[in-house]
């Protein structure tokens, strides 16, 4: 019985306890819960009726109505084709959704929740977060006004939103930050499609241009205004495409804005086609994209400190230990360099979470960034830290770009044309995978090592490194190795080009790049008839170095006539020896008596694709011969020729040749779209046989010397210049036509094979 009480007292004791604690306990998970950032977004699909007589107008018998007769007073209807049933889940759902990428992203510090209605509305089955509206004006891209526009949508939408209970300090504006607001403009969205207007598809005839535009209005006794951190309405087309519902990518790009985000693409055609870019490694740059927008990823490193979202730690040499994002442990190493406004950021990126399709191949690893806040301070707020050319016509080095282990060409200046299949630093059995030497990244501007300006008053020697060694493999943790060097060593870079041809002489300029402080002690070039020359099957010629050492030229002597060579450049400085990779050039040969040139054609680059042969007359432009070249592949659209199959060189349409030779040109094309395309006429083929593979397209200097360009590297590989950014036929980041010719024609000589290595 004593026993049996005391069991019972324990067991009363144990429950007045728990009554006592169980509360605060709980307040205390529910605080934590609390803690996130909930910013309420109201989702508006907005309709257009033209004519305001509330009726569809669209004529299946006749479906150019509505965009047919700008006279007409139904000109620019259209109708919405989705509800807000097709799109809740999209931004509240448990899965996949913008509120879940925003408390991924931020690891718990904000999402989104639905606003709230204040009251019912008709006809609609979810009664908050999503809203269908319908205004009686054109529909914006017909108008030509999209700020009216969202005015008027928002305007109609107050039937059923009181915008006075969000605005939370009382300051009678209602900013981005205390409700979003995001418009799903009937029809598809031009930053996916990159058409304003879709005649195949009359419902969905026109779209916009997914944004964040500014406004400023008042309803309910407040003004619905910018927050001055960037935040404005998001105005987005109803589809990605005709039929295909808007997926969360754009979406979530436009709502960072609110919070300060900026683009991070290029935004001044030209030239920024060739500079680097974060890619996929940033939100605001092509990482909207990601899994055809299903799987956004993250914003850079530098934009979630930036914004609050990741912290930052200032280190110097040592061993740290980072984590990815899913950890819950993410933040950014920042090393420090000579100049205070440029710093290097070091950070964990995995292929999980809303980042698994992040790149094609690895499964992440370490990434190395590169800050100027010179250049930011300039151009980040006008989205332009990372264009070439601004609207000032001055050009500058990006301001935020990733030092990817691969992805720039082996000059250091310039990215492939897509995100590439694996940067990340991490160990694996090639050592090479491992570290990172900041001094082998060259400045866009001003070639100097590790993209890194000094101060004025700097002295001593202009070659800082940082070297990043990844000691784990890859991993939601991973640890680091930093080390600083104020003096790194590297060998010199050098750019060679073809000053002068004979046809048993050749001669070569080598420009220095970047010596990195150092004075050139080797310099000269190793060619021979093999494509691995070396002094065994070859011959050493010795450059002629220029009094300032800043260039050397090197003439290779005793050649065959219209005979392929292959050369390399060897040089070194008082620290280290590099060479070039293998380049092959021709001699000169005896004058021909044909008055064309050959253009080789890789239309479909299929197995079953055939080479086709275009004779071009001497001084015809290359796109004036391919104006009667007929192009047809069903299911795919045609995006333009290349010099190359990587599609990563685009060609000149105004190159004319004087000389007999050939060029090669491949075809790209983006499939997914259900219509063909026709480039040219089809009853006027040009005349055509079949062929083999040639050589790539020549070029000339101001004197009429044929020129090819190639950069030796540390690591003994070479490169061209002129890759383009290309994004496929429909991106909003801007491909650039620079344009690199890389092959040597001689006087009358017929190029044979291209060999590849």
Avoid at 706 to 711: F, I, R
Wanted: with cysteine; charged share 20%.
């Amino acid at each position: 019985m004593k026993k049996f009480f005391r069991i019972v007292c324990c067991a009363l004791t144990f429950m007045l306890v728990f009554a006592c604690i169980a509360p605060s306990v709980l307040a205390a998970n529910q605080k934590g819960s609390d803690s996130i950032k909930k910013v309420p977004l109201l989702v508006i699909i907005a309709s257009f009726d033209a004519n305001g007589n509330g009726i569809n107008d669209y004529d299946q018998s006749n479906p150019t109505k509505l965009y047919s007769d700008k006279t007409k007073d139904y000109y620019g209807e259209q109708w919405a084709q989705t509800t807000p049933d097709d799109h809740w889940n999209r931004y509240f759902g448990e899965h996949n959704s913008v509120a879940t990428y925003y408390t991924e992203m931020t690891m718990g510090k904000m999402t989104f929740v639905p606003a709230e209605f204040t009251k019912t509305v008709p006809n609609q089955k979810v009664q908050n977060g999503v809203l269908a509206v319908t205004v009686n004006i054109a529909h914006p891209t017909a108008k030509g006004d999209a700020h009216a526009a969202i005015r008027t949508i928002i305007a109609a939408a107050d039937e059923y939103i009181n915008f006075a209970a969000y605005d939370t300090n009382g300051d009678r504006r209602c900013t981005q930050d205390e409700l979003a607001i995001l418009i799903l403009n009937a029809g598809p969205d031009r930053s996916s499609t990159g058409q304003y207007t879709h005649s195949g598809s009359p419902k969905s005839y026109f779209g916009v241009h997914g944004t964040s535009q500014p406004v400023s209005m008042q309803l309910d006794d407040v003004f619905i205004t910018s927050n001055g951190m960037g935040g404005r309405v998001c105005n987005l087309g109803e589809y990605s495409k005709v039929g295909t519902i808007m997926p969360i990518g754009v979406p979530v790009h436009e709502l960072a804005h609110n919070f300060g985000a900026e683009d991070l693409y290029n935004r001044g055609g030209g030239n920024d086609a060739t500079w680097p870019q974060p890619y996929r490694f940033s939100l605001q740059c092509s990482g909207n994209h990601s899994g055809g927008g299903a799987t956004p990823t993250y914003l850079d490193p530098y934009q979630r400190v930036k914004i609050g979202w990741a912290e930052e730690e200032v280190v110097t040499d040592g061993t740290y230990t980072l984590y990815s994002t899913l950890t819950g442990k993410y933040k950014v190493l920042r090393v420090n360099t000579p100049d205070p406004d440029e710093y290097f950021l070091i950070e964990v990126r995995l292929k999980e979470g809303f980042e698994r399709n992040l790149t094609k191949g690895g499964t992440g690893g370490i990434m190395v960034w590169h800050i100027d806040e010179g250049i930011n301070r300039l151009y980040f707020a006008s989205g332009e830290a990372d264009s070439c050319t601004p609207v000032n016509g001055k050009s500058h080095d990006p301001g935020i770009v990733p030092l990817l282990r691969e992805g720039y060409d082996k000059y250091g200046k310039k990215m492939t044309t897509q995100t590439p299949d694996d940067p990340y630093y991490y160990v694996s059995d090639d050592p090479a995978t491992a570290v990172c030497n900041t001094i082998n990244y060259l400045s866009v501007t001003g070639n100097s090592p590790s993209l890194n300006s000094y101060p004025s008053n700097w002295e001593g020697a202009h070659n800082f490194n940082l070297k990043i060694e990844a000691l784990s493999e890859p991993g939601q943790e991973m640890k680091v190795k930093i080390t600083t060097e104020t003096s790194g060593k590297a060998a010199p870079t050098i750019m060679t080009t073809t000053q002068s041809q004979a046809t048993d002489s050749i001669v070569l300029k080598s420009t220095v790049l970047a010596i990195k402080g150092e004075k050139l002690t080797k310099y000269g070039v190793i060619y021979s008839k093999d494509d691995n020359p070396t002094l065994e099957n070859g011959k050493y010629a010795e450059g002629v170095l220029s009094a300032d050492g800043t260039y050397f030229t090197t003439t290779l002597t005793g050649l065959d006539a219209g005979t392929r060579y292959y050369y390399k450049v060897v040089t070194a400085n008082e620290n280290m020896e590099g060479e070039s990779a293998v380049i092959s050039v021709f001699s000169a040969s005896q004058a021909t008596e044909k008055t064309y040139f050959e253009l080789k054609l890789h239309k479909y680059l299929t197995n079953k694709d055939k080479v086709n042969t275009v004779k071009v007359d001497f001084g015809k432009k290359i796109g004036d011969a391919l104006a009667t070249t007929y192009m047809e592949k069903a299911g795919y659209t045609f995006c333009g020729w290349y010099l190359d199959a990587a599609f990563t060189q685009p060609y000149d349409p105004d190159f004319t040749m004087t000389k007999y030779g050939e060029l090669e040109l491949f075809a790209k094309w983006e499939e997914g779209t259900s219509s063909t395309t026709t480039t040219m006429k089809k009853d006027n083929p040009p005349e055509m046989t079949s062929g083999s593979e040639s050589t790539d397209k020549p070029s000339t200097d101001g004197s009429g010397n044929v020129v090819t360009t190639v950069t030796t590297v540390p690591d003994g590989s070479t490169t061209t210049d002129g890759s383009s950014e290309s994004k496929g036929c429909g991106s909003t980041i801007g491909a650039g036509a620079a344009i690199a010719i890389v092959s040597v024609i001689g006087t009358g000589l017929v190029l044979g094979k291209k060999k590849t290595k």
